[in-house]
């Protein structure tokens, strides 16, 4: 089954390092765990018209421990994607707002 770019791509990641990233191009999003970069770019391009993806970085990032009173357990872990465009590319509007 064919899986939708809505589903590949959860969120973006909206911190001051991924603010930093944004001159350079360098946009980061929660994606799928299971998906792989090929899809990751495809997504990225069909949401977002005109954005063109020159690479895709992605990391594994693992739950944390947490306690609430006596009980432990750890927050679920997931995927994180870093998407490069490319020069000639046009800028992602949701993050335009937040430099």
Do not use: H
Request: no cysteine.
């Amino acid at each position: 089954m064919e899986r939708l770019p809505q589903d590949i791509v959860i969120r973006p990641i909206v911190t001051e390092r991924s603010m930093d990233g944004l001159a350079n191009m360098k946009y980061t999003f929660s994606v799928l765990k299971d998906a792989n970069k090929i899809e990751i770019k495809k997504a990225i391009e069909t949401l977002f018209e005109g954005v063109k993806v020159a690479k895709v970085n992605t990391m594994n990032v693992r739950g944390q421990k947490r306690r609430q009173g006596r009980t432990e357990g750890y927050t679920s872990s997931w995927k994180k994607a870093i998407v490069t465009l490319e020069k000639d590319s046009k800028t992602i509007e949701f993050f335009d707002g937040m430099i």
